[in-house]
């Protein structure tokens, strides 16, 4: 995150041609969204779609994250390209990537460890750093190499080799997956393994494993790269309609693709399994073909000077994306080290208030997560998105 606060012209004021108000959106709603279901008031009573596959399988829950990292692949081509016209050379452009890496990783250890900082249970895997090694690496490669063919041998690289090596690199003390033991168990597998002789159980979001570990990054770059690609096609000479076309097409391609594959190797998202990458993907990309066609093509068709009251909402969170998931992540450490005078967390207490009000569990949950994004969106609307302040990651 550029350390400070940038002043800019509110982003539905930009012309299309120069800014894309569906990624924005998309993002917006991706954030909110992530933030809804990472902060449920009882994460087990939780209505389904808000939670995570156990394992194998998918959940909208388990679309965030991937929808999110691809926006990242688009936001890469976009922002290059501004940056280019602006007078950058390559290596601005190289140093500008290295230090916002370096941002996001350290931002990635205060969502993780605020707000006590313990050095001997610090995770350093996570959703900031997942997102900054992805950026740092395809961001580099995308600079140096700008073309479309090497982004697509690339994700073809990441994902056959990370099922290759799943599916082929015998376990130390277990055996070889789909013939000693099973395929994609959820300890005896090479990303827990390697991540077991990285760092000590207190550094591993589960233990004995992370969802983020680090050779799962393998193919979390190849949804970066279906972002890449998807930043290519939208800077590409065609109309509107046929790059949402051409979106409809792949993301239909790639569920197609990704539920053939789903039969060997199965979707997964604490894995992050190449069949997951794709159908993810696939879906990210049918969305980005929805509000293309609802934001960006009905408002050129229908152009209004006014923003309709469910932009603005997504937009307070798209535009300021990373600040909004760094205060709803801090907040809820901060507020939930807090406890009560008979030993309940605070925000805990406040779930238990509204569900003495609401005795159906799963709704009292929602409500309360609704609570929570409001919370949110208030703070970063009256203080950032309100005084025309998006900071820039």
């Given at each position: 995150?550029?350390?400070?606060?940038?002043?800019?012209?509110?982003?539905?004021?930009?012309?299309?041609?120069?800014?894309?108000?569906?990624?924005?959106?998309?993002?917006?709603?991706?954030?909110?969204?992530?933030i809804?279901?990472?902060?449920?008031?009882d994460?087990?009573?939780?209505?389904?779609?808000?939670?995570?596959?156990a394992?194998?399988?998918?959940?909208?829950?388990?679309?965030?994250?991937?929808?999110?990292?691809?926006?990242?692949?688009?936001?890469?081509?976009?922002?290059?390209?501004?940056?280019?016209?602006?007078?950058?050379?390559?290596?601005?452009?190289?140093?500008?990537?290295?230090?916002?890496?370096?941002?996001?990783?350290?931002?990635?250890?205060?969502?993780?460890?605020?707000?006590?900082?313990?050095?001997?249970?610090m995770?350093?895997?996570?959703?900031?750093?997942?997102i900054?090694?992805?950026?740092?690496?395809?961001?580099?490669?995308?600079i140096?190499?700008p073309?479309?063919?090497?982004?697509?041998?690339?994700?073809?690289?990441?994902?056959?080799?990370?099922?290759?090596?799943?599916?082929?690199?015998?376990?130390p003390?277990?055996?070889?997956?789909?013939?000693?033991?099973?395929?994609?168990?959820?300890?005896?597998?090479?990303?827990?393994?390697?991540?077991?002789?990285?760092?000590?159980?207190?550094?591993?979001?589960?233990?004995?494993?992370?969802?983020?570990?680090?050779?799962?990054?393998?193919?979390?770059?190849?949804?970066?790269?279906?972002?890449?690609?998807?930043?290519?096609?939208?800077?590409?000479?065609?109309?509107?309609?046929?790059?949402?076309?051409?979106?409809?097409?792949?993301?239909?391609?790639?569920?197609?693709?990704?539920?053939?594959?789903?039969?060997?190797?199965?979707?997964?998202?604490k894995?992050w399994?190449?069949?997951?990458?794709?159908?993810?993907?696939?879906?990210s990309?049918?969305?980005?073909?929805?509000?293309?066609?609802?934001?960006?093509?009905?408002?050129?068709?229908?152009?209004?000077?006014?923003?309709?009251v469910?932009?603005?909402?997504?937009?307070?969170?798209?535009?300021?994306?990373?600040?909004?998931?760094?205060?709803?992540?801090?907040?809820?450490?901060?507020?939930?080290?807090?406890?009560?005078?008979?030993?309940?967390?605070?925000?805990?207490?406040?779930?238990?208030?509204?569900?003495?009000?609401?005795?159906?569990?799963?709704?009292?949950?929602?409500?309360?997560?609704?609570?929570?994004?409001?919370?949110?969106?208030l703070?970063i609307?009256?203080?950032?998105?309100?005084?025309?302040?998006?900071?820039?990651?």
């Amino acid at each position: 995150m550029s350390t400070q606060a940038v002043r800019t012209p509110s982003p539905e004021l930009k012309t299309p041609s120069r800014r894309l108000l569906s990624i924005d959106l998309l993002r917006g709603l991706t954030l909110g969204f992530m933030i809804l279901v990472n902060d449920n008031g009882d994460e087990h009573a939780a209505y389904w779609p808000l939670k995570h596959a156990a394992w194998n399988g998918l959940t909208p829950t388990d679309l965030i994250f991937p929808t999110f990292l691809l926006l990242v692949g688009v936001t890469i081509v976009l922002s290059t390209a501004k940056r280019l016209q602006e007078g950058a050379n390559k290596a601005s452009l190289l140093f500008h990537v290295v230090r916002r890496a370096v941002i996001l990783f350290l931002l990635g250890l205060v969502v993780n460890s605020a707000p006590f900082f313990h050095l001997a249970t610090m995770r350093y895997y996570g959703v900031l750093p997942r997102i900054a090694l992805c950026y740092l690496i395809v961001a580099t490669f995308y600079i140096l190499f700008p073309g479309w063919r090497s982004k697509v041998v690339a994700l073809v690289v990441a994902l056959v080799g990370y099922w290759a090596l799943m599916r082929f690199v015998p376990i130390p003390g277990y055996g070889v997956p789909g013939r000693d033991i099973p395929l994609l168990d959820h300890d005896a597998n090479l990303v827990a393994w390697i991540d077991r002789h990285i760092f000590s159980a207190q550094h591993l979001y589960e233990g004995t494993r992370d969802p983020e570990g680090l050779l799962s990054t393998l193919p979390a770059l190849g949804t970066t790269l279906i972002g890449v690609l998807a930043g290519l096609w939208l800077r590409t000479s065609r109309s509107l309609v046929q790059k949402a076309r051409g979106f409809l097409v792949a993301g239909t391609a790639g569920i197609i693709l990704g539920a053939l594959w789903n039969f060997s190797f199965p979707v997964n998202k604490k894995m992050w399994t190449s069949s997951y990458v794709l159908v993810a993907g696939g879906i990210s990309l049918l969305l980005i073909t929805l509000f293309i066609w609802i934001a960006d093509i009905r408002t050129a068709k229908e152009p209004s000077t006014k923003t309709s009251v469910w932009k603005t909402f997504l937009l307070v969170f798209g535009t300021n994306a990373i600040s909004s998931y760094v205060l709803s992540e801090v907040m809820d450490s901060c507020l939930g080290s807090i406890h009560t005078h008979n030993g309940v967390e605070f925000l805990h207490a406040c779930y238990l208030g509204i569900h003495s009000v609401i005795a159906n569990a799963p709704f009292a949950s929602l409500v309360y997560s609704l609570c929570y994004v409001g919370v949110c969106w208030l703070v970063i609307y009256f203080v950032l998105y309100r005084n025309k302040i998006f900071i820039k990651i």
